[in-house]
């Protein structure tokens, strides 16, 4: 069974940066699909980055040049550095992860972290 850690979360003021990490364990072999989401209360869960078993990212819209999503080669753990942090980007964020197979085939991620929270204040 995948089980997902996140950590690095924080209060910060607006313009500051935080990295989040997302440890892995218990995943069998196999070409994985990873991301960053986030929810505020109230909304619904938004995807902020997204990172292929081939490396590729996407980013969504109001994130896109302030942070980057990435993964360790040798740990299994992914990263989301954030930069120049604005209070809309206050919300918990949550690693997500399961087999890119699957993702393509049913559209949502089975495996979920607990959830980090990020603070901005202005």
């Known amino acids: 069974q995948v089980q997902l850690a996140e950590s690095g979360g924080g209060s910060v003021q607006s313009g500051g940066s935080l990295r989040l990490s997302c440890l892995a364990s218990?995943?069998?072999?196999?070409?994985?699909?990873k991301a960053w989401f986030r929810q505020v209360a109230g909304k619904e869960r938004e995807g902020v980055a997204f990172l292929g078993n081939d490396g590729t990212t996407t980013y969504a819209a109001s994130v896109k040049d302030r942070f980057t999503i990435s993964r360790d080669n040798t740990k299994p753990i992914l990263y989301l550095e954030m930069n120049r942090l604005e209070p809309e980007d206050t919300a918990i964020y949550y690693c997500a992860q399961d087999f890119c197979s699957h993702l393509s085939r049913h559209g949502q991620y089975r495996y979920w972290g607990q959830g980090t929270q990020v603070t901005v204040s202005s």
């Open positions: 218990g995943y069998p072999y196999g070409d994985y699909c």
